[in-house]
Structures are given as structure tokens and as C-alpha cells.
């Protein structure tokens, strides 16, 4: 385990990772710095939302000596009623956002919370070629996110049961790798293989870092193919996983 260590306002502050995640960590702690100079952090009904995760600060003594540790939610089991000193998780997908970010060169990325819904075709949880595209949210707390079947020959002709609508925590089970697109823009859309990115195009059809001539051409027909589809009804919503 390392620890990444700081002094905040006469406190220590430590934070917990399996990785050497510096550049993630050292982001995370500057951010908690400059926040604690607006208000009162050290507080227990304090939250940050960072990124596509939420940290809290846990505090601890070791017989006379006050510190106090970075907690987040268990995107493992149940973040929204448990937390875990490790980090790691949330500084993995920090970096994957940020690194997709700029390859893309994204000036203005459209941040999503792990709480955030995604909707997901249930045929495409476990399929080797799915997509992701992103429409604008239908309401607070949904993504826009859509994840579908590669090349789906019922595309636009599914009934409201194929379909699942679950928190993005949950794609950390299902396609990690998809977890570095949840801050592009609305019109991206990318393709994965197993979990491998194999192409990340623009709402303009603009060919992205990530992506090969003929993945860009399959994934502007996949688009074309959405939009037709979208065009159509719209499934309803189901809760659940």
C-alpha cells in the first residue's frame, strides 16, 4: 500500500492506494488544499465530488497523534452506504478520464458521478463488441449514457424488457475500460472489443486518438444506426442491475 501524505491547514492528511498514483493523488490532495481555504473540511458530514468519485475525510488518532484519512465510496460492493480507506479504484478512473480527455483534446469535459445511470442493453453485458454513446440527459442523475450491442441487427426493435438502467459504478463490473469516456461530450461515441477502446469518435464524426481508419468508419455506420434508432421510441427505464 502507499501512502501519500500532506499537511492541510495544520492537519495531516494521508491517503491510501495500491499504486503509485502520484499524479491522480497529488490532483486530489491539491484540490482538498485550496477547498479547505472556502470552508471547513475537517467537518464529518464533509463530501467531494472529484471527478467521477466522492471522498470523504475519516478522522483517526494513533494515541496522541490526530490525522485524518481520505475515504471514498466502495465501488466494489455498495458505494452508496459503504466507504473504503483505499483509493485506488477512484485514482485509476481519474486517470483513465483525464488521459482520454486529453488525447481527445476535450476542453470542456461533462463530468459524471459514479451514482450517475447509464442505460444498458442486457444483451450487450456480456458480449465481446458493445458501444457507448452519449445523448443529452433525460434528467439529474442520468448519464445520457447508452451501451449497446456492436453491429445489432435488432437495433431500434427491442422492447422495454431488454433493456437496464444501472448506476456507471456498475461498469467496473461489466466493461471497465468504458469507464474512461464518462466525461466526453454529448455525440461521442466509442466502440470497445472485450476491454479494449477500439474507437472514439466526435458528434462530428471527428476521428479520435484511439481509433484505426476502419474502426471510424464502423463507428460512424453504428452511429447512424443509433440515431434511426433514437429517432424511434424510446424504451422505458427499468431499475435494477
Known sequence: ???FETEINNKKVKLYSNAPLQNAATALLRTLNSLSQQTN???????LNFGWA???L????????VYY?????DYRNDPMKLRTDNCTDALIVQNMQVDTNMKAKVAEPEPTLYSDTIMVLKEAINAPDVYMNRSEKAKNGDSGWYFGLLNDEKEGQHEPDDFVTVPTYELMKI???ALRVLQMPVGTLANFHENTMTALVDKDDNLLDFTTADDRKRAIAQRAAAQAAQAGEQPEENSGE
Open 1 to 3: 500500500m502507499v501512502t
Open 41 to 47: 473540511i475537517f467537518t464529518p458530514n464533509f463530501a
Open 54 to 56: 466522492r471522498y470523504y
Open 58 to 65: 475519516s478522522k483517526r488518532q494513533d494515541k496522541n497523534f
Open 69 to 73: 484519512v481520505v475515504q471514498t465510496a
Open 175 to 177: 466493461r471497465g475500460e
